[in-house]
Antibody
């Protein structure tokens, strides 16, 4: 059974960089065939896709966040990571990592981690 | 403002059937597969339907999906109190700013 677990600071100061890591267990990122995404949910709101990475390192980002987002993969640790720069209060959200077998169709999700942007 | 439009809420009695609509355009639903997710309070979304109408292993056949043109529909029969949740549709939008898009979510209340 594939499991995903997000980790990282729960509080980030404005203008700084938000950094989160997703650790995958029960399956190997490098086995291919799946895309590994970050998705966020503002408090009381809907879902917003941030971007995905393939095991090869190829990435695709939401155009609305592209200028501030970097997603990377470390296959040796079976992890992928999110960096979101120049954060503001509008980036306060629950951040999920998820797996999909295509460009959508997210079949496994992490439990989510709340990141608050505040001084 | 979400790219995909869902009704904010729907309700029905236990045992009844409910449908949730998801409206989009030719750049998203019209030319791409649709997936549906159930989000129980305080938990991560769960995949219910993918590729318009396929159910992952473990999802009961009370849940069904369909697509016609630029709209998709999630159907739930034999409603249970445990079905009370937020439901989201999602798909790829292949416009110039291509990316995954979701509906705004529909709150299902089982009366």
């Amino acid at each position: 059974q594939v499991q995903l677990q997000e980790s990282g600071p729960g509080l980030v100061k404005p203008s700084q960089t938000l950094s989160l890591t997703c650790t995958v267990s029960g399956g190997s990122i490098s086995s291919g065939g799946y895309y590994w995404s970050w998705i966020r949910q503002h408090p009381g709101k809907g879902l917003e896709w941030i971007g995905y990475i393939y095991y090869s390192g190829s990435t695709y980002y939401n155009p609305s966040l592209k200028s501030r987002v970097t997603i990377s993969v470390d296959t040796s640790k079976n992890q992928f990571s999110l960096k979101l720069s120049s954060v503001t209060a509008a980036d306060t959200a629950v951040y999920y990592c998820a797996r999909s077998f295509g460009v959508d169709g997210f079949d496994y999700w992490g439990q989510g981690t709340l990141v608050t942007v505040s001084s | 403002q979400s790219v995909l439009t869902q009704p904010p809420s729907v309700s029905a009695a236990p045992g009844q059937k409910v449908t949730i609509s998801c409206s989009g355009s030719s750049s998203n639903i019209g030319n791409n597969y649709v997936s549906w997710y159930q989000q129980l309070p305080g938990t991560a979304p769960k995949l219910l339907i993918y590729d318009n109408n396929k159910r992952p292993s473990g999802i009961p056949d009370r849940f069904s999906g369909s697509k016609s043109g630029t709209s998709a529909t999630l159907g739930i029969t034999g409603l249970q109190t445990g079905d009370e949740a937020d439901y989201y549709c999602g798909t790829w939008d292949s416009s110039l700013s291509a990316h995954v898009v979701f509906g705004g979510g529909t709150k299902l209340t089982v009366l």
